[in-house]
């Protein structure tokens, strides 16, 4: 069994070039005193290389930028020399803004181009003319600005979908509306050969129960700055975002929905009436069987700090303790709506605080790769879950992935503690 860390990408500040493209080695002028830009252009380094092999730092040559073309899937620069124009007509095609491009010189319209580009004081080779209009348009790209190369392919796989894929982020005024909005269409899904495969392990007592997700909703944040909060209660979310804006942080912010799949105890008593977002089914062997939807909630941070800040503020306004409730097990402290006594957030890399600590993610895949489930156990179990899996469905693809988990979560999975 392989179990996969993805590495720390290289941080390498960017400089704007004003005029010609620039890698980080053309003129400062445009950067001046935009400190918040240039964290971004660093980031746009850092997703570039972490998720498509692309160095770092490279001075812009045409066999430099064609080779990140090549990675990001996108059709070499036949020219003879480098220009924004050509940068940006290759931009676009990876964007799969093509076709929008030419309708810049539109039969109908045949000016649009050259009057956009002469209301940005822009000139450019006429065959690359509808292009750059367009990103004039799309604000991809300005006289002032001038050409970041990494920004702006980054920037064009974000609009292609191949890059992160997020509701708002944190200091958005509208995240909160946008974020009810994105659980309340939330239902339950299913995956015939997941479900078979993660009842069995359930019923088979070689995991407790396993969360099943969809490959379109996966977030793609950068792991160096990102946790994974899981929870079920709607307004629970919408509060911890406010909470942490509240905090002074900020951050990306997707919600990857996830059906809870669990046995469920006749002795708790009668379940729930069935709705979109839960159901409870007898099984053949007359056990049953919970499914909830829940969700993580992906946050990648703006810094490594505030990824390191969160646990204290969930310690603080989001965990319940023995001296936080009272005898009916309500909250007595000001904490957010719903909060759990142990609740689950993880991190992808090594955190610094040392109580987070080593568990797997024990991911298995559908044959089209778009459906997952996941189900954590701790190191020394994963063989025996991959053993099983193995033994079930020998002809589905395993991956175990080593995550960091909060030790609450941990206090949970050993059975240590109740809070």
Known sequence: MRIRKRLAAVIVTLALGAGLLSTGCGSTAAQAGKTEAA???????????????????????????????????????DAEKLTNGAVIEAGLKIAGLDELALTYINDEAPDKAAEVLKKAGITTEDEYAPYVACAVDL?????????????????????????????????????????????ESMVIFDNEELSKLGTQLVMDGVVTGYGLKYANYEA?????????????????????????????MDGYVQIEP????????????TPDIPSPTYAVEKQENGRYLCSS??????????TAEEKEKFHSVIETYAKKY??????????????????????????????????????????????????????????????????????IAPNLNMSPFMIYVNPAFMRYITGEDHQ
């Open 39 to 77: 964290a971004s252009y660093d980031k746009a380094q850092e997703y570039l290389q972490d998720y498509y092999g692309i160095e770092p730092g490279q001075e812009a040559t045409l066999d430099s930028v064609n080779e990140m073309v090549k990675a990001l899937g996108g059709k070499q620069i």
């Open 139 to 183: 604000d991809l790209y300005s006289k002032n600005s001038g050409l970041d190369v990494y920004e702006f392919f980054y920037r064009c796989i974000e609009i292609a979908g191949k890059g992160r894929r997020y509701i708002g982020r944190v200091s958005d005024n509208e995240l909160m509306e946008e974020l009810h909005a994105e659980l």
């Open 220 to 248: 793609k944040f950068l792991d160096q700055y990102t946790l994974g909060y899981s929870h079920s209660d709607f307004q629970h979310a919408v509060q911890l975002v406010g909470l942490l804006r509240s905090e002074g």
């Open 258 to 269: 996830k059906v809870s799949v669990y046995e469920y105890l006749i002795e708790w008593g």
């Open 293 to 302: 939807v829940e969700y993580d909630l992906m946050i990648e941070f703006d």
């Open 322 to 391: 023995d001296d936080r409730v009272d005898e009916n097990d309500n909250a007595t402290a000001k904490l957010l709506a719903d909060s759990w006594w142990q609740p689950l957030y993880s991190s992808g890399m090594p955190m610094e605080n040392p109580e987070f600590v080593e568990m797997i993610d024990n991911v298995v895949y559908d044959r089209t790769s778009k459906y997952s489930i996941h189900s954590f156990s701790l190191p020394e179990d994963a063989e025996k879950v991959a053993n099983k899996v193995m033994e």
